[in-house]
T-cell receptor, first 113, second 114 residues
Framework: NAGVTQTPKFQVLKTGQSMTLQCAQD?????MSWYRQDPGMGLRLIHYSVGAGITDQGEVPNGYNVSRSTTEDFPLRLLSAAPSQTSVYFCASSYLPSGNTIYFGEGSWLTVV | QKEVEQDPGPLSVPEGAIVSLNCTYSNSAFQYFMWYRQYSRKGPELLMY????GNKEDGRFTAQVDKSSKYISLFIRDSQPSDSATYLC??????????????FGKGTKLTVNP
């Protein structure tokens, strides 16, 4: 019973490097999303998807790309990492219409130096 | 004015105390109100949700919504050290276009001391 799985858990990047945060869920949820959590800022929505092949921007999408080729996977790509992208990233999923239960992954701690 | 306001604390209480956590909001279209608990270095997990004004109880936890005042609360009775975590309120509305909007508070960090 894996739920929402995120990898890697910790990553250090140099400015300008690119990388992909992986997210997979095994609950057959239509809705998946990525949040970042920063001290004093709370959880902010980056991108979300309501099903395979459909993605949309959230509150803070700049510098990030997503794709949804399968129901299970929703990777988040950092195109050219910047120190401002140092944060904790959470992937989440739920049924549609989004029930009140949103399941979060364990988080990915990213540091950009 | 932010859509959801939550005092970040930190809040420190002795074991056995009654804890009151609160959020205020400005968007009257919010329909569902949730509380998430987040342990250190973990993802948030749903603790309780309520719809419309009133109280909902689950064990030692009571969620309260006052839509007329745009104010929600989470009460923890007989608090335990294991309740030490950050508590985030969240609110959801369904927009006219059919999409859903979920907004989180910034979270209140609670420590229950043995």
């Amino acid at each position: 019973n894996a739920g929402v799985t995120q990898t890697p858990k910790f990553q250090v990047l140099k400015t300008g490097q690119s990388m992909t945060l992986q997210c997979a869920q095994d609950m057959n949820h239509e809705y998946m999303s990525w949040y970042r959590q920063d001290p004093g800022m709370g959880l902010r929505l980056i991108h979300y998807s309501v099903g395979a092949g459909i993605t949309d921007q959230g509150e803070v999408p700049n510098g990030y790309n997503v794709s949804r080729s399968t129901t299970e996977d929703f990777p988040l790509r950092l195109l050219s990492a910047a120190p401002s992208q140092t944060s904790v990233y959470f992937c989440a999923s739920s049924y549609l219409p989004s029930g009140n239960t949103i399941y979060f992954g364990e988080g990915s701690w990213l540091t950009v130096v | 004015q932010k859509e959801v306001e939550q005092d970040p604390g930190p809040l420190s209480v002795p074991e056995g105390a009654i804890v009151s956590l609160n959020c205020t909001y400005s968007n009257s279209a919010f329909q569902y109100f949730m509380w998430y608990r987040q342990y250190s270095r973990k993802g948030p997990e749903l603790l309780m949700y309520t719809y419309s004004s009133g109280n909902k109880e689950d064990g030692r936890f009571t969620a309260q919504v006052d839509k007329s005042s745009k104010y929600i609360s989470l009460f923890i009775r007989d608090s335990q050290p294991s309740d030490s975590a950050t508590y985030l309120c969240a609110m959801r509305e369904t927009t006219q276009g059919g999409s859903e909007k979920l907004v989180f508070g910034k979270g209140t960090k609670l420590t229950v001391n043995p």
